[in-house]
C-alpha cells in the first residue's frame, strides 16, 4: 500500500494519523489546516477520486468565482434547485462526474473536503455575506452527505426527547392541537416521527432544496408543511400565528455564536405564552462533530461554527429570555429518569465538569447515556 505523504507547513506541529496511511496536521493552536487536509491521491484500496485536496479547493473557488457579486436573493434563487449537482454554475463538471461514480466511502470523504473548504469562509463571514455563503455552502454540502446517509444522522432518540419534552410541559393538551415548528428539518426525520404519534400541525424549513424535496415526500400525506427558506427569512416574516412548540436539532452549532442571541430572540418571540423551545445539539465535550477525523478538543473545522457545553448553553437561552432549563437524566429512549427535569439538568452540569477530564471513550459512554445532546425550555 502506497503512503500518502501530508503537507506541512511552518504552523504545523502535530501529526495526527488518519484511516489507513493519511495523515492531517493541525496548527499549534488546535485549528486543523485547511492546506494540511487529508489528501486523496493515495493508491488505498477503497480511493478512485485521484483528486487531492487543493484541486478540489480549486474547483470550488473557480465556481464560486462566478457567484460572488450576487446578491444574497439571487444566491437564494440560485440554489432553489431540487437537484443542485445537475447545475454547473454550483457544481464543476470534473467534481460532479467524481461524485456520481465514487462509493459511499469516497462520497463522504469529498464531504469532508467540501464542508472544510466552506468551513473556513463561512466562520469568517459577517452579516449578509454570512447568509450568502452559508446558503451557497449548504446547497454543495447538503447533497454530497445525501449521497451515502440519507437520514443525515438523525437519531430516533432525538425524537423521543421532543415527544417527552412537550408531554412535560403539555400533560393535558392533545398533540393534534399543538403547533410546532421544526428548523433545520433536513430530511423530515423528525417531523416523520413527530406525525406518527399524532402531531398534525407541524411546519418544517430548511436552506437546503435537496432536504426539503425528501422530507416534503417523506412526510406527505400527515398535514404537514415543509418550506425551503433560511433561519434569517423566517426571523423577517411575520408569524401567522405563534407556536406552541419550536425545536432546533442539530442546527445551533452551525450559526455564529455571536448571533445566536439574537435568533433566540426571534424564535422566542415566535412561541406562546406558553411555550416550548427544545435544543438538540453536540456536546462540545466530545467535539468536533462536523468533521470526523479532528481529534478531541480541536477546534471545529467544517460548518459547526461553535460547539457548546451545557452551562454555556444555558447562558445563552437565558439571555435570549428563556426561562426553566430542563434535560432527561438519562437517554430518552430508556424506561428511567426520561422525563425532563431541571434536577436532571442540575446533575448533568456537575458530570460536565468531571467528563472534562476523563478520557474520550469514557466521555462519549456517558454523554451518549445521560443524553448530553438534549434541552428543553419555556418562554419566560
Given at each position: 500500500?502506497?503512503?500518502?505523504?501530508?503537507?506541512?507547513?511552518?504552523?504545523?506541529?502535530?501529526?495526527?494519523?488518519?484511516?489507513?496511511?493519511?495523515?492531517?496536521?493541525?496548527?499549534?493552536?488546535?485549528?486543523?489546516?485547511?492546506?494540511?487536509?487529508?489528501?486523496?491521491?493515495?493508491?488505498?484500496?477503497?480511493m478512485a477520486l485521484q483528486t487531492t485536496f487543493d484541486e478540489v479547493q480549486a474547483m470550488l473557488a473557480a465556481a464560486d468565482q462566478g457567484l460572488r457579486d450576487l446578491s444574497l436573493e439571487q444566491i437564494e434563487q440560485l440554489?432553489?434547485?431540487?437537484?443542485?449537482?445537475?447545475?454547473?454554475?454550483?457544481?464543476?463538471?470534473?467534481?460532479?462526474?467524481?461524485?456520481?461514480?465514487?462509493?459511499?466511502?469516497?462520497?463522504?470523504?469529498?464531504?469532508?473536503?467540501?464542508?472544510?473548504?466552506?468551513?473556513?469562509?463561512?466562520?469568517?463571514?459577517?452579516?449578509?455575506?454570512?447568509?450568502?455563503?452559508?446558503?451557497?455552502?449548504?446547497?454543495?454540502?447538503?447533497?454530497?452527505?445525501?449521497?451515502?446517509?440519507?437520514?443525515?444522522?438523525?437519531?430516533?432518540?432525538?425524537?423521543?426527547?421532543?415527544?417527552?419534552?412537550?408531554?412535560?410541559?403539555?400533560?393535558?393538551?392533545?398533540?393534534?392541537?399543538?403547533?410546532?415548528?421544526?428548523?433545520?428539518?433536513?430530511?423530515?426525520?423528525?417531523?416523520?416521527?413527530?406525525?406518527?404519534?399524532?402531531?398534525?400541525?407541524?411546519?418544517?424549513?430548511?436552506?437546503?432544496?435537496?432536504?426539503?424535496?425528501?422530507?416534503?415526500?417523506?412526510?406527505?400525506?400527515?398535514?404537514?408543511?415543509?418550506?425551503?427558506?433560511?433561519?434569517?427569512?423566517?426571523?423577517?416574516?411575520?408569524?401567522?400565528?405563534?407556536?406552541?412548540?419550536?425545536?432546533?436539532?442539530d442546527v445551533l452549532e452551525h450559526l455564529p455564536r455571536s448571533d445566536v442571541p439574537e435568533i433566540l430572540c426571534g424564535l422566542r418571540r415566535r412561541l406562546s405564552p406558553a411555550g416550548l423551545l427544545v435544543v438538540v445539539t453536540?456536546?462540545?465535550?466530545?467535539?468536533?462533530?462536523?468533521?470526523?477525523?479532528?481529534?478531541?478538543?480541536?477546534?471545529?473545522?467544517?460548518?459547526?461554527?461553535?460547539?457548546?457545553?451545557?452551562?454555556?448553553?444555558?447562558?445563552?437561552?437565558?439571555?435570549?429570555?428563556?426561562?426553566?432549563?430542563?434535560?432527561?437524566?438519562?437517554?430518552?429512549?430508556?424506561?428511567?429518569?426520561?422525563?425532563?427535569?431541571?434536577?436532571?439538568?442540575?446533575?448533568?452540569?456537575?458530570?460536565?465538569?468531571?467528563?472534562?477530564?476523563?478520557?474520550?471513550?469514557?466521555?462519549?459512554?456517558?454523554?451518549?447515556?445521560?443524553?448530553?445532546?438534549?434541552?428543553?425550555?419555556?418562554?419566560?
Amino acid at each position: 500500500m502506497k503512503s500518502c505523504s501530508a503537507v506541512r507547513s511552518p504552523a504545523a506541529e502535530v501529526a495526527i494519523p488518519l484511516c489507513y496511511s493519511r495523515v492531517v496536521s493541525f496548527t499549534s493552536r488546535g485549528q486543523p489546516a485547511l492546506r494540511l487536509c487529508a489528501r486523496l491521491d493515495c493508491d488505498l484500496p477503497h480511493m478512485a477520486l485521484q483528486t487531492t485536496f487543493d484541486e478540489v479547493q480549486a474547483m470550488l473557488a473557480a465556481a464560486d468565482q462566478g457567484l460572488r457579486d450576487l446578491s444574497l436573493e439571487q444566491i437564494e434563487q440560485l440554489c432553489q434547485n431540487d437537484d443542485s449537482l445537475s447545475d454547473e454554475r454550483l457544481w464543476p463538471s470534473t467534481l460532479r462526474s467524481r461524485f456520481f461514480d465514487a462509493t459511499p466511502i469516497q462520497r463522504k470523504e469529498l464531504h469532508w473536503i467540501v464542508e472544510t473548504h466552506y468551513g473556513a469562509l463561512v466562520r469568517d463571514a459577517t452579516g449578509d455575506d454570512f447568509w450568502r455563503l452559508s446558503a451557497l455552502a449548504y446547497t454543495r454540502v447538503i447533497p454530497l452527505r445525501l449521497g451515502y446517509d440519507e437520514s443525515m444522522g438523525h437519531r430516533s432518540a432525538d425524537s423521543i426527547f421532543v415527544v417527552r419534552s412537550v408531554r412535560r410541559i403539555y400533560p393535558t393538551s392533545p398533540l393534534r392541537s399543538l403547533r410546532l415548528l421544526d428548523v433545520g428539518c433536513g430530511t423530515g426525520e423528525l417531523l416523520a416521527d413527530l406525525a406518527l404519534v399524532g402531531f398534525t400541525a407541524l411546519e418544517g424549513i430548511d436552506v437546503s432544496r435537496a432536504a426539503t424535496s425528501r422530507a416534503a415526500k417523506r412526510v406527505d400525506g400527515s398535514g404537514a408543511i415543509v418550506r425551503c427558506v433560511s433561519l434569517r427569512r423566517l426571523l423577517e416574516e411575520e408569524p401567522a400565528s405563534l407556536y406552541d412548540v419550536v425545536t432546533l436539532c442539530d442546527v445551533l452549532e452551525h450559526l455564529p455564536r455571536s448571533d445566536v442571541p439574537e435568533i433566540l430572540c426571534g424564535l422566542r418571540r415566535r412561541l406562546s405564552p406558553a411555550g416550548l423551545l427544545v435544543v438538540v445539539t453536540p456536546s462540545a465535550i466530545t467535539g468536533p462533530h462536523d468533521l470526523d477525523f479532528l481529534p478531541r478538543g480541536c477546534a471545529t473545522g467544517g460548518l459547526h461554527l461553535h460547539e457548546y457545553r451545557l452551562r454555556e448553553l444555558r447562558s445563552v437561552l437565558h439571555q435570549a429570555g428563556f426561562a426553566s432549563v430542563q434535560s432527561t437524566l438519562l437517554n430518552p429512549s430508556g424506561r428511567w429518569f426520561a422525563t425532563p427535569s431541571r434536577s436532571a439538568f442540575l446533575v448533568k452540569l456537575a458530570l460536565e465538569r468531571i467528563l472534562d477530564r476523563t478520557p474520550f471513550s469514557v466521555a462519549t459512554r456517558f454523554t451518549e447515556a445521560f443524553y448530553f445532546r438534549g434541552i428543553v425550555c419555556r418562554r419566560a
